[in-house]
């Protein structure tokens, strides 16, 4: 049979699934030499059979045989003093091969009996330590194994402290603390789990204990929701006792390899002089920065930075190591990666290439793609930042701070003061658009990721906060409420779009990532990236910010946007009005003109590279006040309102978005159709004429059947006739049409996929909507996370691949690209870089969806 027990140096090469991250950490560090009390590892192959039988046969047997080996290479017999040599002690640590919070941690000091403290006291001549070290011991035990509470323990401690009038625990005396071990045992003894005094049985039941957190609720719940599989068991470590609380000259402490928060190069962290570990973690004593060790233990300094560069070696990685010092000797305990911030994660990769540590590539995969956008933006420093006042979702990346308004003419009223306005609404719509251009945040209490709000900031570069369901607005009477809080015009505010946090006040920020930093990761990055990467964008500003992240053109150019601009919409409205041909004349005419400068602004913007404009996508009526509006307007006796009122109740859709709009729209109003085309075809002719290299494309939404591309495409090319042809395409945004795509490719020179739509549709679920239920959803583990966010490969990604697979059977020159808000998510952009030609994305998510594309060419 395999062995199960190993000692560190017998666990050479094994894997880290089997030895656990610490295990794994150990047999590394004992590996490169580096100074590790001798250990051994039970595998998470004995937690698995244990769990799945109820015992471990044999596993006692292993482990005596283990053990003493361990007293061979300390010298000293576990549990029991002889003469001068104090007895062997273990610490037990549970150790799953992915770092797991919930589980059974450490139980330190174990096989330590009544005894046993006496040798202790014998051997070091200290019994105070003897005694502290005990009293430890009961408490750790008891509250891990035996299932006391902690609290029970440090109240007996804390009533102890009080009668003595002392505050620290190292205040207590040897009888003190031998006092309180006492009261530990008789309090154990008398809720009928005596402490066992006897070394092996404390060492099976410690193990045990290990092996049974696995199953333990919390340790469940987070497996579920991090999708850890449930059969991976853990492993357990049992290593030799060192002790930092030998005195002044011993001590515990963590040390980072560089700074976790800004990625610096350089020894980082704390220490507490005489203590234990958990003494670090219960915060019972501040520990002091592990600089201040320079001045009164140079040597151990020295050898920690020694030590630091000797595990970077190692583990081509920044660290995050647990140690002790035994009366000025070092020894590790532990070793992981360090937990970072993407900012330091960033400088890390880039500095760790430029050592020689790791390859370029390897820094390029380093850094996570989604984490980009944030880095570009100062956010808020949490480590300073107080308690948040309401949480959101994360729509757009970025901290700021600015005073509190409710509308349009809020926003003006403020920003004319110089003031820095913050947008608060229920929701948005296109009519709120001044505002929301004018304010520095944007935070509502309904909407999704993909909700017009979400959308819009990202375009806008603003940050945002969106679906803050404990927020209540009142925007008439310029107020908002969020648990009794009121917030009134003016009010400072402080959010961040990157975690979806709203603070009160102003609070303190962190800094955006060194632009030289990210260049160079870039540079390494570019070579490996074969999938295009173009902007969603409306306006010229988009436009340059896009082109100035590196994007090669525009993949989606949601025309409408342009038409809610305040001095058009009246022109859109009496296009919707228009009773005869020529006020529909007129009404186009006004239209065509604006079209053809924001056209001629934007192809300007993106000389040489192509842009794709999507014609007319939503329902009329959205370019109408809302109908309760038009309804009161209309009772004052408003003459337009009235008007408006009849047309709006005339296109009122019960289900607007599966309703008359995009190429339906498009085909049966074609004048539209035709002025929006008309406008891109002269703009381009304009700027050829001035020598410009315009590269406009147009496509329609929301096609369902193949003959309603045939249809738009006779449309189109009655123009193409009059200005010479252009690309057209079709967006692929329903399910119909991904499935009927052979049949429509051979009509279009491109697709490009809609994924919000396309995800709406073939889950069923509104996307503007789904910010009410879908959290939960993931939350509760029924999805793995949000759809509206990260392509559904499983189900969309479906319907994607079999319409781009038959797309380009059925027409080889075929261009693929993807439009949809998951074109700037990295997770997504990967599962399509093999796939399509480009990804388009909103101008701040570029710079990942050229990462993630890189990464998936790696
Ligand atoms: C889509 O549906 O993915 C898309 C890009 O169009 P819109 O978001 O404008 O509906
Ligand atoms: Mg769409």
């Not at 349009?408 to 719509?429: C, D, F, S, V």
């Not at 008439?476 to 961040?496: C, K, Q, S």
């Not at 252009?726 to 490719?745: D, S, V």
């Not at 996307?767 to 759809?787: I, N, Q, S, T, W």
Request: glycine fraction near 10%; proline fraction near 6%.
């Amino acid at each position: 049979m395999e062995s199960r027990v190993y000692l560190l140096s017998e666990a050479q090469g094994l894997t880290k699934d089997l030895l656990g991250g610490k295990g794994y950490g150990l047999v590394a560090m004992a590996g490169a030499g580096l100074p590790v009390p001798p250990a051994l590892v039970i595998t998470t192959e004995a937690c698995r059979t244990y769990l799945r039988t109820g015992q471990a046969v044999g596993l006692e047997e292993e482990v005596r045989r283990k053990m003493a080996a361990l007293e061979g290479l300390t010298g000293k017999r576990f549990g029991q003093g002889e003469g001068k040599s104090p007895p062997l002690l273990v610490s037990v640590r549970s150790g799953a091969p992915v770092s797991m919070p919930g589980m059974m941690d450490t139980i330190l000091n174990l096989g330590l009996t009544l005894e046993g403290v006496e040798a202790l006291a014998r051997a070091t001549e200290n019994p105070r330590f003897a005694w502290d070290t005990f009293r430890r011991l009961l408490a750790m035990y008891g509250e891990v194994v035996l299932g006391e509470k902690a609290e029970v323990f440090e109240g007996m401690l804390s009533a102890l402290k009080a009668e003595r009038g002392v505050e620290a625990d190292t205040a207590l005396s040897a009888e003190d603390l031998e006092e309180l071990s006492f009261h530990y045992l008789r309090h154990l003894e008398a809720r009928g789990t005596p402490f066992p005094m006897d070394p092996w049985a404390q060492l099976f039941a410690a193990i045990e204990a290990v092996f049974k957190s696995w199953l333990n609720p919390r340790a469940k719940t987070y497996r579920r929701i991090y999708g850890i599989p449930e059969d991976l068991g853990t492993a357990v470590v049992v290593q030799a006792m060192v002790y930092g609380n030998l005195g002044e000259d011993s001590g515990t402490g963590v040390g980072f390899t560089r700074n976790p928060a800004t990625g610096e190069k350089g020894l980082y962290g704390e220490y507490l002089r005489n203590a234990q570990g958990e003494d670090v973690v219960a915060g019972i004593r501040t520990p002091e920065p592990l600089e201040r060790l320079k001045d009164y233990a140079p040597g151990l300094y020295a050898e920690l930075l020694q030590v630091a560069e000797r595990l970077e070696r190692h583990f081509r990685d920044m660290q995050d190591f647990e140690f002790t010092a035994e009366r000025g000797r070092l020894f590790l305990l532990q070793t992981r990666s360090g937990k970072r911030t993407a900012k330091a994660a960033v400088r890390i990769a880039v500095e760790m290439a430029e050592e020689g540590l790791i390859s370029k590539e390897e820094a390029v995969l380093r850094v996570e793609a989604n984490a980009l956008p944030g880095l570009l933006k100062p956010a808020v420093d949490r480590n300073q930042a107080p308690k948040p006042l309401l949480k959101g979702l994360p729509a757009s990346p970025g901290a700021a701070t600015g005073h509190a308004v409710f509308s349009n003419e809020g926003a003006e009223r403020l920003a004319a003061q110089g003031l820095p306005p913050l947008l608060i609404r229920p929701e948005t719509t296109p009519e709120d658009i001044t505002g929301m251009y004018l304010s520095k945040g944007i935070l509502t209490a309904r909407g999704g990721l993909t909700s017009h709000a979400a959308v819009v900031a990202r375009g806008l570069g603003v940050p945002a906060v969106v679906g803050a369901e404990a927020l209540r607005v009142f925007p008439e009477e310029g107020r908002a409420l969020v648990d009794g809080v009121e917030i009134r015009e003016g009010d400072l505010l402080t959010l961040d779009g990157g975690t979806g946090e709203v603070y009160l006040g102003a609070v303190p920020l962190v800094e955006a990532a060194e632009e030289a930093l990210l260049e160079k990761l870039f540079a390494w990055a570019e070579p490996y990236r074969r999938l295009g990467v173009r902007a969603n964008a409306d306006t010229p500003l988009d436009a340059q910010r896009a082109r100035a992240f590196g994007a090669q053109g525009i993949g989606l150019c949601r025309t409408e946007h342009m038409f809610f601009q305040e001095e058009r919409l009246p022109w859109v409205r009496r296009l919707i009005l228009a009773k005869t041909p020529e006020e529909e004349e007129e009404a186009l005419e006004k239209l065509f003109a604006f079209q053809k400068d924001d056209f001629k602004a934007i192809l300007r913007a993106m000389d040489g590279l192509p842009v794709t404009v999507r014609l007319m996508d939503p329902p009329l009526h959205e370019f109408l006040p809302p109908l309760a509006e038009l309804e009161a307007r209309a009772k004052e006796g408003d003459q337009e309102a009235l008007a408006l009122l009849e047309r709006a109740k005339a296109l009122h859709e019960v289900n607007p978005m599966l309703g008359f709009r995009g190429v339906r729209l498009l085909l049966l109003r074609p004048a539209i159709f035709r002025m929006q085309l008309k406008a891109l075809l002269e703009a381009a002719q304009e700027l050829k004429e001035e020598g410009l290299d315009p590269r406009p494309e147009v496509m329609v939404p929301l096609v369902a059947d193949p003959k309603e591309v045939e249809r738009a495409r006779a449309l189109a090319e009655e123009l193409f006739q009059a200005y010479g042809p252009i690309p057209f395409g079709t967006m692929i945004e329903t399910p119909r049409a991904a499935l009927l795509a052979g049949e429509i490719a051979p009509l279009v020179d491109f697709f490009s996929f809609g994924t919000n739509d396309l995800t709406q549709m073939a889950f069923g679920l509104s996307r503007d909507d789904a910010g009410k239920f879908l959290p939960r959803y993931v939350e509760e583990g029924l999805f793995p996370f949000d759809p509206t966010e990260r392509l559904d490969e499983k189900g969309v990604g479906r319907l994607l691949r079999l319409a781009a697979e038959e797309g380009r059977r059925a027409n080889p020159r075929l261009k693929l690209g993807l439009c949809g808000e998951h074109g700037g998510e990295a997770g997504s952009v990967q599962a399509v870089a093999g796939l399509l030609d480009y990804t388009s994305a909103s101008p701040f998510r570029i710079l990942t969806a050229r990462l993630a594309a890189a990464q998936a060419g790696l």
